[in-house]
């Protein structure tokens, strides 16, 4: 059996959503974050996008974003291509965009999302969700 190489991550980014440009395929990522803040827990993320950018695949691949809670090591939210792509050139640079909606966290603390390649980890994300205090306008002068 050949082993593929493993695809290396480039970029791996949040953002709240990714354009496609026709015809030139460029990609435009719009609100790019690094941290998500809520008033209450548990707390729903109406929709948010991974962009991953990666090199040096060859080969065919079923890709797969995992959300995993880092405070117990538990995968709360999956996606995965709906079938293999194929990278035909190690040196060319590919793009994945992963859309998500309703990611539910359940408490404060460090998140990570995964990216797979044929079930081989190639790059992760790592982020906070922090409690933000209501903003009381009573009383306020």
Same mark, same amino acid.
């Given at each position: 059996? %050949?082993?593929?190489? %493993?695809?290396?991550?480039? *970029?791996?980014?949040? #953002?709240? !959503?990714?354009?496609?440009?026709? &015809?030139?395929?460029?990609?435009?990522? %719009?609100?790019?974050?690094?941290? %998500?803040?809520?008033?209450?827990?548990? #707390?729903?993320?109406?929709? $948010?996008? =991974? !962009?991953? @950018?990666?090199? /040096?695949?060859?080969?065919? !691949?079923?890709? +797969?974003?995992?959300? =995993?809670? $880092?405070?117990?090591?538990? =995968?709360? &939210? @999956? &996606?995965?291509?709906?079938?293999?792509?194929?990278?035909?050139?190690?040196?060319? *640079?590919?793009?994945? =965009?992963?859309?998500? @909606? &309703?990611? +539910?966290?359940?408490?404060?603390? /460090?998140? /990570?999302? +995964?990216?797979?390649?044929?079930?081989?980890?190639?790059?992760?994300?790592?982020?906070?969700?922090? /409690?933000?205090?209501?903003?009381? @306008?009573?009383? *306020? *002068?």
């Amino acid at each position: 059996m %050949i082993t593929m190489p %493993i695809p290396k991550t480039n *970029a791996m980014l949040i #953002c709240d !959503y990714v354009i496609t440009e026709q &015809g030139s395929n460029k990609k435009s990522l %719009i609100g790019v974050f690094e941290n %998500i803040a809520a008033t209450t827990f548990p #707390c729903i993320h109406p929709s $948010l996008s =991974v !962009y991953i @950018k990666m090199t /040096e695949g060859q080969g065919n !691949y079923r890709f +797969r974003l995992e959300l =995993v809670d $880092l405070k117990n090591n538990n =995968v709360i &939210g @999956k &996606g995965e291509t709906p079938k293999d792509i194929q990278l035909t050139n190690p040196l060319t *640079a590919h793009e994945l =965009v992963f859309n998500l @909606k &309703g990611l +539910r966290f359940a408490h404060p603390g /460090e998140y /990570e999302f +995964r990216i797979f390649a044929n079930d081989k980890i190639f790059g992760q994300k790592t982020f906070v969700v922090t /409690e933000q205090p209501r903003n009381n @306008k009573e009383g *306020a *002068a």
